[in-house]
């Protein structure tokens, strides 16, 4: 029987090195979750156990305008209701995390932030529906390029106020109402927030709105658009990394910056290594090219990088993206801006966090010496109606 390969954290692994030192200088776990944001805009159902699969929302097209007089007496032709079926079926997503015996044994735990595996899977469900949920909103196909650009590719202009008001006037042309009944809803990457936000005619959230009220994350308001600045918001990049473009960013453990080396969390396999060969990647916003990778995993996987990287700032948990997206390769950010009903949602209840500690597996594991820890869950999320959302793509000046 062929063996499962668990990626299990042992005492030995690099990733999990921090935990075995007498004293700890940092956190392993990262404690400040994040919550939905963008499902609570959508029209919202559960997914119903043991019964169909198929997850359908209706959109009811408007009636003609009733603009010719009723003659006296004669009862006029009434209007047939469209009525569009927007439809799918949810996935199943999970992940997990194993540990050894040995490592349960031997792990100093001076700090009660340490080895609260809940709270780290929960966090990565987050992240994981949140990425997810911003790929599928910018799949849209009402969009605008900032700037005079008419491609994705010849982007080479930041957002604009003027770009704003372009989108806000497409979504009032086809009559969309608010997202939240008084204003409409945007989401938009700290990186783009930078330039937008020294406008005069910002409105910061004291200005127009109880702070009781405020959304998560809401940074202010211009011309109607409440806007919510969003780390998860969409970058179109390069292609994702790995034969099967599994992954569409890599994890710093850590780096030798002597070397010009940088490991990453994710695992590398034997037959991606020649497709990072003088890939362009990105990391905090500055371009390198990658030299070689070394196959591996759980902290073992390396790129080697062709640029000095002495003075850079490469740490722990900072992302490595493939470049590619905008003119001269850089990533372009989709800032999405939402009416009501724009899209359907579906599996925020489904999700549940499932131990299965040392020993659970029997004959198994009939020594006791792995557990795991894991999540999983459906999500659901389709697009109703293409002129109720507009997504406005840019390049950063940061």
């Keep these: 029987m062929a063996e499962t390969n668990f990626n299990v954290n042992k005492t030995t692994s690099a990733g999990m090195s921090p935990l075995m030192e007498a004293v700890l200088n940092r956190y392993v776990l990262e404690t400040n979750k994040t919550k939905r944001k963008y499902t609570k805009f959508g029209q919202q159902v559960d997914i119903p156990k043991g019964k169909t699969k198929t997850v359908a929302f209706d959109k ?30 949810p ?52 969009v605008f390029y900032a700037g005079t650009a008419e491609s994705r590719a010849a982007l080479n202009d930041v957002l604009t106020v003027k770009d704003v008001r372009r989108a806000v006037t497409s979504l009032k042309r086809n009559k969309v109402q ?41 940074i202010g308001r211009l011309f109607g658009v409440r806007f919510i600045e969003d780390p998860d918001a969409y970058v179109f990049r390069g292609t994702n990394f790995g034969a099967d473009e599994r992954y569409p960013e890599l994890t710093i453990v850590k780096a030798d910056k002597a ?52 003075d850079a700032l490469i740490e722990p948990d900072m992302k490595i993206y493939p470049g590619g997206g ?19 949602t579906a599996g925020d209840k489904t999700v549940e966090i499932i131990n299965k500690p040392l020993g659970s597996a029997g004959t198994g594991d009939p020594l006791n010496q792995r557990g795991t820890v894991g999540w999983k869950g459906y999500r659901f999320m389709k697009i109703i109606e293409q002129t109720k959302m507009v997504r406005i793509e840019s390049l950063a000046s940061v």
Aim: proline residues 5%; contains cysteine.
């Design 60 to 89: 009811l097209s408007p009636l003609p305008k009733a603009a010719v007089p009723l003659a006296e007496g004669i009862t006029p032709t009434g209007s047939a209701v469209n009525i569009t079926r927007v439809k799918g079926e």
């Design 91 to 142: 996935e199943q997503f999970g992940n997990y995390v194993a540990y050894t015996d040995q490592l349960d044994f031997f792990a100093n735990d001076p700090s009660p932030e340490v080895l609260k595996y809940t709270e780290l899977l929960t966090e990565n469900q987050l992240e994981t529906f949140e990425h997810l949920d911003a790929m599928e909103l910018a799949s849209g196909l009402n």
């Design 259 to 310: 070397a010009k080396k940088v490991y990453v969390a994710e695992t590398i396999e034997s037959g991606d290594v020649s497709g990072f060969a003088s890939a362009s990647v990105w990391i905090d916003n500055k371009k390198y090219t990658v030299a070689s990778a070394t196959a591996g995993e759980n902290g073992e996987a390396v790129l080697t990088l062709k640029e000095t990287i002495t």
């Design 326 to 344: 905008g003119a001269s390769g850089k990533p372009v950010y989709a800032t999405i801006i939402l009416g009501k009903n724009a899209f359907g």
């Design 178 to 218: 608010p997202a939240d009944g008084t204003d409409y809803i945007c989401f938009i990457h700290p990186d783009v927030v930078y330039t937008i936000w020294n406008d005069e005619e910002w409105q910061k959230p004291h200005t127009y709105a109880d702070t009781k009220e405020m959304y998560s994350g809401e």
